[in-house]
């Protein structure tokens, strides 16, 4: 294949990034007068990641072992506690209206196909439904198998305070193709001769 019908090739496709972004977000993290002293840091990570690692906060999920604290306030004494305004560095995952997102099948109903976004950790961020009644057209619908990796247009996002994924409904791409490898080879183009 030439370089130039490579780059075309290239063009036609398109990007489905990964689920998570990088996000610096804020918030007040209260300590006790005994956690105070040289790791002060390390404790203010320790009590930020078991408020918000692994589950959903107002910003979306928040990825295991993701925060770092980049800078603390002067603590406020209240009582035996020390009130710190603490910024902080994680990964968020806050899938949005029309992203395309990869994952895998794992249950096939008569109602539709339950899907799960799976991270290089292993983790859930994202269980995707995808409705049959949206894709009653669809003839490579039928076709998908459990254990299939699909690609999703996200249509609507919904989760809740400290849920331990966000939930997705989806649609199959039609701009991707969702069928299985054995039918991605290209046939070649049918002719008509007239005689």
Do not use: W
Not at 43 to 65: D, H, Q
Not at 82 to 106: R, S
Not at 114 to 129: K, M, R
């Amino acid at each position: 294949m030439s370089n130039t019908n490579q780059n075309q090739g290239d063009k036609d496709k398109r990007k489905i990034y990964g689920v998570y972004i990088q996000s610096i977000l804020t918030m007040k993290v209260i300590l006790s007068i005994t956690e105070v002293g040289k790791n002060i840091k390390q404790n203010l990570e320790k009590t930020i990641s078991k408020k918000t690692e692994g589950r959903c906060i107002a910003e979306g999920f928040i990825r295991p072992n993701s925060v770092k604290v980049l800078t603390y306030s002067s603590g406020i004494v209240n009582n035996e506690n020390i009130e710190f305004l603490t910024t902080f560095n994680c990964m968020v995952c806050h899938p949005v209206e029309g992203m395309l997102v990869e994952c895998t099948t794992k249950t096939i109903t008569k109602a539709g196909i339950h899907a799960e976004v799976i991270d290089d950790l292993g983790g859930i961020p994202i269980t995707v439904f995808v409705a049959r009644d949206h894709h009653f057209t669809d003839k490579n619908f039928a076709n998908i198998k459990e254990n299939e990796k699909i690609v999703v247009k996200v249509v609507g996002v919904r989760f809740e305070l400290n849920d331990p994924y966000i939930c997705v409904i989806g649609k199959l791409d039609s701009n991707v193709d969702n069928q299985p490898n054995y039918n991605r080879e290209k046939k070649p183009p049918i002719s008509i001769m007239e005689e």
